[in-house]
């Protein structure tokens, strides 16, 4: 059973950073889209960066490129998202969610939620001074 556990949220002044993780676990061999996921109060789930487990290949919300970086540890079994240069609009609950992915690239698709099957339950991310 597929399982997505995150972690590493918390409270930090604007300009700060923090660095979330997502661990996984119950994956098969299948190819599947990691994505990062945000939502504050009152408004609307949004895509922020993925990565596909075969290859590597990663993809941001043009918005948050250069300030935000999607990797995965060397075993595939946790990915992390850096943020840095944070900013008080950043603050919402972030989940990190798996997918099957199954075409050559990466593109906007990666940051739809609606292509995403399994879902951690979130860590919340206040920016504050």
């Known amino acids: 059973q597929v399982q997505l556990v995150e972690s590493g949220g918390g409270l930090v002044q604007p300009g700060g950073s923090l660095r979330l993780s997502c661990e996984l676990s119950g994956f098969t061999l299948d190819t599947y889209s990691i994505g990062w996921f945000r939502q504050a109060p009152g408004k609307e789930r949004e895509g922020v960066s993925c990565?596909?487990?075969?290859?590597?290949?990663?993809h941001y919300a043009d918005s948050l490129k250069g300030r935000f970086t999607i990797s995965r540890d060397n075993a595939g079994n946790t990915v992390y998202l850096q943020m840095n240069s944070l900013k008080p609009e950043d603050t919402g609950v972030y989940s990190c969610?798996?997918?099957?992915?199954?075409?050559?690239?990466?593109?906007?698709?990666?940051?739809?939620?609606?292509?995403?099957?399994?879902w951690g339950q979130g860590t919340q991310v206040t920016v504050s001074s």
């Open positions: 990565i596909i487990t075969r290859g590597g290949m990663t």
């Open positions: 969610a798996a997918g099957f992915w199954w075409k050559p690239d990466v593109n906007d698709l990666c940051i739809r939620p609606g292509i995403y099957r399994w």
